[in-house]
């Protein structure tokens, strides 16, 4: 069964600060990885991973993906209060449509 | 373009009672995906759809659950006789394709089921 482990799950820093949050998973016929950002409602899509070493950028946030080693990171620099949610990190296989979800990381920003 | 569209985005039903969910995919899209979260965990996938068909139902369960994407209207998400543990977020998503990398699966706000 494909596994999804999300650290740390949660993480409290001060506005500015920069932080690592971490994806390791286990998956049979590996597709893609992706990670989403949950505040109260819907899940929205930040990026999709599927070549490793090839770093994805946007704005503040950027993605990473080891696939020798089974892992992503997402770092967030210069944080601000609107980063605060719970990141959640998700993988496809080939076989199936579904997505596994780790339990994800709740990040909050301190003022 | 409209995002992906549930309703209603907060259900109360006693036990017993039957819920139905409604998922309208975003325009162009016509795969549906059913994810269901409960307090404190991440999303577990339920059912696959397409127009008229179900692709994979794995995560659903085998009694009192039942899913469907008709030719025409949203996709349903049924649950009978419903019982406190079904309280939960109850998530839609959908893509344009399947089995792409390029794909991405985009998700609704979700409805919230409260039984009492």
């Known amino acids: 069964e494909d596994k999804v482990v999300q650290s740390p799950l949660s993480l409290v820093v001060h506005e500015g600060d920069t932080v690592t949050l971490n994806c390791s998973y286990e998956v049979t016929n590996f597709r893609s990885l992706l990670w989403y950002k949950q505040e109260k409602k819907a899940p929205t899509f930040l990026f999709m991973l599927t070549s490793s070493g090839i770093e994805k950028k946007s704005g503040r946030l950027s993605s990473i993906l080891d696939k020798k080693e089974l892992f992503s990171i997402l770092n967030i620099t210069a944080t601000q209060t609107g980063d605060s949610a719970v990141y959640l990190c998700a993988v496809a296989n080939f076989g199936n449509e579904k997505l596994t979800f780790g339990t994800g990381t709740r990040l909050t920003i301190i003022p | 373009n409209a995002g992906v569209m549930q309703n209603p985005r907060h259900l109360v039903r006693r036990r017993g009672q039957e819920a139905r969910l409604r998922c309208s995919p975003m325009?162009?899209?016509?795969?549906v995906y059913w994810y269901r979260q409960l307090p404190e965990e991440g999303l577990k996938f339920m059912v696959y759809l397409q127009k008229e068909n179900i692709i994979d139902e794995s995560g659903m369960p085998k009694e009192r659950f039942s899913a469907e994407f008709p030719k025409e209207g949203p996709s349903i998400l049924r649950i009978q006789q419903v019982v406190r543990g079904d309280s939960a977020a109850y998530f839609c998503a959908s893509s344009r394709t399947s089995g792409s990398l390029s794909d991405t699966q985009y998700f609704g706000p979700g409805t919230r089921l409260t039984v009492l």
């Open positions: 325009k162009g899209h016509s795969h």
